[in-house]
C-alpha cells in the first residue's frame, strides 16, 4: 500500500516514513502542495498536513479530491480550530491531530483504506508466522489452529513483534507504539504482558529476551 506523506517538517515525516514502512506500507513523503497533487493519483492513500509552505492544506485537498478518488487523511497541528465539516466538505475522509501515535495513525490508515477498498479487501490482514496466525481485522490469534485468547495490550504486542518476526524490537520502540508515544509507565509493564503473551501462547520460546535491546518472535524448536 503507497502511502504519500505530504508534510514539509522533515523531524515529523522522517520518523513517520520509517514507522509507516515498519508497518508494511511503501511511504513517498513530499514537502509542499504542489509535489502533493502530483503524486496523489499515484498513491492508494494520502497523509496530508494541512499546514504547507506553499497552498493551503484544504486547497490542496479539494484539488486531490478533483483528480482521484484516492482517501485522504488530513493532520492538523495542536491548536488549530479543526473544524469536521469543513474537512468533510474538502473531501478529507478522517483526520489526526498532532501529535499523534503510529499505532493511531496505522488503525486510522487502515480503517479508511478498508472503507474506500470495500470488501474486496477484506480477510488479506493477516500475519502469519510458523503454526501462529494473527487476524488483524478480526483481532484472533491462532496457534496450530486453536483459538488464543488475548487482552488487547497483549494481542497489539504480539501483532507488533509478528509484523517483522525474528527482527529484535527494542524495549523502547514497543512501549512507543504498543503503549504509547509518551508513555512514561512501568518498564515492569513489558515484561509482565510479555510473560502473560509466552503463557497464552503454550511456550516460552515465542517471545525471546535479546539482552539489551528488547525482544524477538521466533518459531519454538
Ligand atoms: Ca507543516
Known sequence: ???LVVEDDPSISEPLVAGLARH??????VATGAE???AAPRADLVLLDLGLPDLDGTEVCRRIRELTSVPVIVV???GDEVDRVVLL???ADDYVVKPFGLRELVARIRAVARRSAGPAAVG???LVVGPLRVDLRAHRVEVDGTEVELTPKEFDLLAHLAGDPGAAHTRRDILEEVWD????GSPKTLDVHVASLRRKLGHPEWIEAVRGV???LTVPT
Do not use: C, D, K, V
Open 1 to 3: 500500500m503507497h502511502i
Open 24 to 29: 508494511g506500507f511503501e511511504p513517498e513523503a
Open 36 to 38: 502533493a497533487l502530483t
Open 76 to 78: 492538523s497541528a495542536r
Open 89 to 91: 466538505e474538502t473531501g
Open 124 to 126: 488479506t490482514e493477516e
Open 181 to 184: 508515544p509518551n508513555w512514561y
Open 214 to 216: 528488547g525482544f524477538r
